[in-house]
Nanobody, 125 residues
Framework: QVQLVESGGGSVQPGGSLRLSCEVPSHVMDSWIIGWFRQAPGKEREGVVCTSDSDRKTTYGDFVKGRFTISRGDRKNTMDLHMVDLTPEDTGVYIC??????????????????WGQGAQVTVAS
């Protein structure tokens, strides 16, 4: 397991934007799968996106519909999740995760070895 630390998040009105950042050990950035998941109260953990520099493949959850983008952050060893056009249904705790495989990456939580503490995202009027 590796240590992952999220930052960002907060409250925003519907239609707004937020950026989450996950601080990742350098060796993880270069070779592991990194994903973002979310969990709303009373609901199961849901995969948002996963990506890997090893095979240069990225997979988004169907509900994303082009609104979210994962990319390397401006700060060294960070992986950011940029979210736009947020809706109340996007409310939840967003959690960064890392996995050694399998490749290509998938959005099943059981395949991830390490998890961050989560960052709250609230979308409300």
């Amino acid at each position: 397991q590796v240590q992952l630390v999220e930052s960002g998040g907060g409250s925003v009105q519907p239609g707004g934007s937020l950026r989450l950042s996950c601080e990742v050990p350098s060796h993880v950035m270069d070779s592991w799968i990194i994903g973002w998941f979310r969990q709303a109260p009373g609901k199961e953990r849901e995969g948002v996106v996963c990506t890997s520099d090893s095979d240069r493949k990225t997979t988004y959850g169907d509900f994303v519909k082009g609104r979210f983008t994962i990319s390397r952050g401006d700060r060294k060893n960070t992986m950011d999740l940029h979210m736009v056009d947020l809706t109340p249904e996007d409310t939840g705790v967003y959690i960064c995760a890392a996995s050694l495989g399998p490749y290509p990456c998938g959005l099943q939580a059981k395949t991830y070895d390490s998890w961050g503490q989560g960052a709250q995202v609230t979308v409300a009027s």
